[in-house]
Nanobody, 114 residues
């Protein structure tokens, strides 16, 4: 079992930055697949970014060059640095970990005003 707790969401203006954190209840050293997903009102949940235990990353085209995912195994935490935020980035952001099963956090709201 892995419990995930997201934090760092909030209300910002377009062009500003936020950093999301996802704290895991156990060591993430052996969790190869961790990532961030988001769900806007009336839309399906979509991939934002993923990172492997080796540090390989993958980003949605819509966030490439603006968002950066990273992981700190010593702190059991995955981060999502979001720069140059746009109104279309408004969504609930969820952390996901895959370790035999898929685990999700409860989500954190990000709202970007124009």
């Amino acid at each position: 079992q892995v419990q995930l707790v997201e934090s760092g969401g909030g209300l910002v203006q377009a062009g500003e930055s936020l950093r999301l954190s996802c704290a895991a209840s156990r060591s993430i050293f052996s969790i190869n697949d961790m990532g961030w997903y988001r769900q806007a009102p009336g839309k399906q949940r979509e991939l934002v970014a993923t990172i492997t235990s080796g540090g390989s990353t993958n980003y949605a085209d819509s966030v490439k060059g603006r968002f950066t995912i990273s992981r700190d195994s010593a702190k059991n935490t995955v981060y999502l640095q979001m720069n140059s935020l746009k109104p279309e980035d408004t969504a609930v952001y969820y952390c996901r970990a895959v370790k035999n099963l898929i685990f999700w956090g409860q989500g954190t709201q990000v709202t970007v005003s124009s």
